[in-house]
Every structure is written in structure tokens, then in C-alpha cells.
């Protein structure tokens, strides 16, 4: 069973283009949870959703970023018009379920780099 | 909210030694589950250990165990006889039990160095 898989690896973008990565989660697993990381620091939460739902978005920034996870295909982390502070690792985890005892399963991550 | 606190932002030990992580945790909730995270060089997240809130028998995954502490809201992560491959930074999470849990919530990380 294939892990969650993330491309690219590495994405690097000028200010002030978008920003697209993508998440594919394990088989079977409809619940994706998007984390930033920046340098030095732990894992931010950003967004979950299941198919076609956004279910918590607390964590996202208001204005530039969204995210979709459709019917058919790999969930979409996209930025647009990117800044230097949005450089970051970002990593996508899936779970089978939403409960607490469900364990999340993380990607290898995609790395930002915005010069 | 919760929050989860690492106060050690670097550790060192040396190889075959034994040295333990701090991580406290705040949640007004009773049930929940903790976790440590290594995080290697590659960046890949790799759970470590996990331990559910309801059970008081400490979780131990070989050289891996927790001293989970309840009612202190503590959760410290103990590596016995150490090797060059435990080197890494090393993520305390919270996450909590209810049907509709979502995230997980990260301390900021201890890097774990670990002397030949």
C-alpha cells in the first residue's frame, strides 16, 4: 500500500506567482490535512477536509491560499501571488477516519522556496 | 485551544546513552491522544510512539518510552541506549479523541544530537 505521496518535492517560485501542490493520500483514505512548517518551528495545522468538503480551515491564511480536495484526484494546496515568507515545507497527512484514534499518515512534504 | 510546549530546543546525548524529552501539553479535554514524531534530515515524519489519554499504563515501543503524566499534563519521551540513527528533531502532538477530531496540534521540536 502506497504511502501519501506530495509533488513536487521541490517547487520554487518568484514573488507574485501561484503555487500548486498536490497530495495524494493513502488508499482508501478520504479525511487530508494540509501542515506548514517553516524554519526552526513544528508543524502548523492549516486545513482539513474530506471529498468535495472543507471541514476546518482555521489555520489558513484569509487572503491567497485555498485549498480542494475533489471527487476524483489528489487534494490542492494553492497559493497564489506567493511572498518570500510563504517559503516553507508543507506536508499533507491523511487518516481512514476523523476520530482522534485514527492515525495520520504523513507525506514526504514539498518544499517552497520563493525567491 | 490546546497547546503543546517543548521547552528543549536542542538535547545531546551520548551513543548508548539514555536521554528524555520534555513536552507539556494545556487541553481542557479528558480524552485525547499524544504522540512523538522524528523528523530526519529527509523531513519525512515518522511516528515514534503514541499513547492514548484514557490508559495509564505508559506506551513503550522498544527503546522508545513515555512518562505520561495526566494530571501535570506532561508527556516526556524517554530513548534508551541511543544510536547515530536516533539523531533527528523530534515533535511532540496533540490530538484530541471527539468523533470529529481533525488536526493534530505540534510543539515546536527538539533536535536530538547524538555523540559518537
Known amino acids: 500500500n502506497a504511502g501519501v505521496m506530495q509533488n513536487p518535492r521541490h517547487l520554487v517560485r518568484r514573488r507574485g506567482q501561484e503555487a500548486r501542490l498536490r497530495c495524494s493520500p493513502m488508499?482508501?483514505?478520504?479525511?487530508v490535512y494540509w501542515y506548514r512548517q517553516l524554519p526552526e518551528e513544528g508543524l502548523k495545522f492549516m486545513v482539513y477536509?474530506?471529498?468535495?468538503?472543507?471541514?476546518?480551515e482555521s489555520g489558513m491564511p484569509k487572503e491567497r491560499f485555498s485549498a480542494e480536495f475533489p471527487k476524483e484526484g489528489p487534494s490542492i494546496l494553492r497559493i497564489q501571488q506567493v511572498v518570500r515568507g510563504d517559503s516553507a515545507a508543507y506536508f499533507c497527512?491523511?487518516?481512514?477516519?476523523?476520530?482522534?484514534?485514527?492515525?495520520?499518515?504523513f507525506g514526504p512534504g514539498t518544499r517552497l522556496t520563493v525567491t | 485551544a490546546q497547546t503543546v510546549t517543548q521547552s528543549q530546543p536542542e538535547m545531546s546525548v551520548q551513543e548508548a546513552e539514555t536521554v528524555t524529552l520534555s513536552c507539556t501539553y494545556d487541553?481542557?479535554?479528558?480524552?485525547?491522544?499524544l504522540f512523538w514524531y522524528k523528523q530526519p534530515p529527509s523531513r519525512q515524519m515518522i511516528l515514534v510512539i503514541r499513547?492514548?489519554?484514557?490508559?495509564?499504563q505508559n506506551a513503550t515501543e522498544n527503546r522508545f518510552s513515555v512518562n505520561f503524566q495526566k494530571a501535570a499534563k506532561s508527556f516526556s519521551l524517554k530513548i534508551s541506549d541511543s544510536q547515530l540513527g536516533d539523531a533527528a528533531m523530534y515533535f511532540c502532538?496533540?490530538?484530541?479523541?471527539?468523533?470529529?477530531?481533525?488536526?493534530?496540534?505540534f510543539g515546536d521540536g527538539t533536535t536530538l544530537t547524538v555523540k559518537p
Open positions: 487541553t481542557s479535554e479528558s480524552d485525547y491522544y
Open positions: 502532538a496533540y490530538r484530541s479523541a471527539n468523533t470529529n477530531a481533525g488536526k493534530s496540534t
Open positions: 488508499k482508501g483514505h478520504s479525511h
Open positions: 499513547q492514548e489519554a484514557y490508559k495509564q
Open positions: 477536509l474530506q471529498k468535495e468538503n472543507i471541514i476546518d
Open positions: 497527512a491523511s487518516s481512514l477516519g476523523t476520530a482522534g484514534s485514527y492515525e495520520q499518515y
